[in-house]
C-alpha cells in the first residue's frame, strides 16, 4: 500500500484512518449518460455556467473533462480538486486515492445529481443556486426523482468496495415512504443515509414515536444516519412539527415562554436542531445503538451544545409534571456514545476537545476533493491535537470514525 506523506505520529494508522467525508464529483458533462434523462434539465443548466474563479473548482461544468485519468501520486493526491481529481467520478480509482491518504474507510456524499436534487426539493426558489432558479414545475418531484435516480447509481458504486460507503439522500413525506424507501435501500445495500438535517422526516419530528420503526431499521442495518450541510436554506423552523411528540407534552407553561426540552433546546444554528430534537426526545435512549452523524457543519456548535442540552433538560424536569417525559441519562452522555461530528481543519479542535470532553465525539474527515476541504487536512487537524497525546489522536483518526464505519 503507498501512502501519503502523513505526520509520522500518523504513520502508524496509514491504511486504517477512517474518513467521515468525502464526495462523488462526476462533471454535469456525464451526468445524462451515468443517470439516465433525467438529469437532462439539470444538467442542461450547469453546462451553462462556468468556472468563475479558482475557489469554484467545485463546479461540476468541466468543458475539457477527459475522462477520470489523473495519476494518483501521492505526493499531490490532496492537491487536485473538483471533477478532475482522481477518483472523483471512477470509484473503483477512489480506492488508489485511500491508500494513498492513509485511508481505510471512507463515507461518500453527493455533489452533483444528489445534492442539487435535494436542494432542488426542499430549499425555496430565492435561495437556489443562482442558475438552479430557471427550473420550474413542481421542483419538489423533480428534486426526488433526481434522487432516486441518484440512489440507484449509488448502490451500484458502493458494491466495489466496503471500504467506500455512499451515503444516500432519503427525502419522504409521510412515515410510510420514509420505511418503504429506507427498506428498499437497506436491503439493497446501502450502509449511510443522508437526510437533510430542513425538514422533519416522513413529516414527523425525529422524536416522535411513529419514526421508531425507522429508528431501529437503520440500527438492524448496522448503518449509520447522516446529517450533512446543504439543502437548509433557513427554513429549519418554518414548521412546528419538531415539537410536536408525545415526549414534550405535560409540560408547564409559564405564559411568556414553553419551557419543555424542545423549545429550550432549539436556540441554536439549523444544523443543530434536528440532533437536539433526536436527543431530548429519547431517541438515543430507546435506539442505543443508533449511528449518527454530523458533517460538515463545522465542530464549534457541539460542545455549546452538548452543555445546553444538559442545562435545559435539568430544568425541563424541573418545571416537568409527573407525566412528563424524562431522560434516564444527561443528553450528553447520548452525544458522547451515539454521535460523531467532523470539525473543518482550520478549527481550534484541541481546544473543543480540552473545554467540553468531546475525545470521543470527534472525528477526522477530508471532504475530499471539494476545495473547502484544504491542501493538508490530515496534517493539520494532527498539529493540533497532536500535544493531547496518542490516545485522542487514534480516537480521533480511527477509533471514534470505525463507530460510524462498521465492518
Known amino acids: 500500500m503507498t501512502t501519503v506523506s502523513l505526520p509520522e ?35 442542461d443548466v450547469f453546462l451553462t455556467q462556468q468556472e468563475t474563479d479558482e475557489f469554484n473548482k467545485n463546479h461540476p461544468n468541466v468543458p475539457d473533462f477527459a475522462g477520470d485519468t489523473r495519476p494518483v501520486d501521492p505526493a499531490s493526491v490532496w492537491l487536485q480538486k473538483g471533477c478532475k481529481a482522481p477518483g472523483a467520478m471512477d470509484i473503483a480509482r477512489r480506492l488508489e486515492v485511500m491508500d494513498a491518504m492513509g485511508v481505510g474507510r471512507q463515507l461518500m456524499f453527493p455533489t452533483g445529481l444528489g445534492l442539487f436534487g435535494l436542494v432542488l426539493a426542499v430549499m425555496p426558489q430565492e435561495n437556489l443556486y443562482h442558475c438552479m432558479g430557471n427550473i420550474g414545475g413542481d421542483r419538489r418531484a423533480k428534486g426526488k426523482e433526481l434522487l432516486k435516480a441518484y440512489n440507484e447509481w449509488g448502490l451500484r458504486v458502493g458494491r466495489i468496495s466496503d471500504r467506500v460507503r455512499p451515503a444516500l439522500p432519503l427525502l419522504a413525506e409521510t412515515v410510510d415512504e420514509l420505511m418503504e424507501s429506507a427498506r428498499y435501500l437497506l436491503s439493497n445495500g446501502a450502509r449511510a443515509l443522508f437526510l437533510p438535517s430542513s425538514i422533519p422526516p416522513g413529516g414527523r419530528s425525529p422524536a416522535h414515536p411513529d419514526l421508531d420503526p425507522f429508528w431501529q431499521m437503520v440500527t438492524d442495518a448496522n448503518a449509520v444516519i447522516c446529517l450533512h450541510i446543504g439543502g437548509e436554506g433557513g427554513t429549519f423552523l418554518d414548521t412546528p412539527e419538531w415539537g410536536n411528540s408525545p415526549v414534550f407534552e405535560n409540560f408547564r407553561s409559564l405564559g411568556e415562554f414553553r419551557v419543555d426540552p424542545w423549545a429550550l ?78 470539525p473543518f481543519d482550520f478549527e481550534p479542535i484541541d481546544r473543543y476537545i480540552e473545554w467540553y470532553g468531546l475525545e470521543d465525539v470527534l472525528c477526522f474527515a477530508s471532504d475530499y476533493p471539494h476545495v473547502e476541504g484544504g491542501t493538508n487536512p490530515a496534517g493539520a487537524m494532527y498539529d493540533r491535537i497532536a500535544r493531547l497525546g496518542p490516545k485522542v489522536v487514534e480516537k480521533f483518526f480511527v477509533t471514534n470514525g470505525q463507530w460510524l464505519l462498521p465492518e
Open 9 to 43: 505520529g500518523l504513520m502508524k494508522y496509514a491504511g486504517r484512518i477512517c474518513d467521515l467525508d468525502s464526495h462523488e464529483m462526476l462533471p454535469a458533462q456525464a451526468w445524462v449518460e451515468t443517470y439516465g434523462t433525467v438529469a437532462t434539465e439539470l444538467a
Open 265 to 342: 433546546s432549539v436556540q441554536h444554528l439549523p444544523t443543530q436542531n434536528f440532533l437536539a430534537t433526536a436527543i431530548v426526545g429519547g431517541v438515543f435512549d430507546r435506539h442505543p445503538d443508533l449511528r449518527f452523524a454530523a458533517v460538515e457543519t463545522g465542530a464549534g456548535w457541539i460542545g455549546p451544545l452538548l452543555e445546553n442540552l444538559d442545562v435545559w433538560n435539568a430544568m425541563g424536569k424541573a418545571f416537568g409534571t409527573k407525566d412528563s417525559f424524562k431522560l434516564p441519562e444527561k443528553p450528553s452522555f447520548y452525544i458522547r456514545r451515539n454521535v460523531r461530528v467532523t
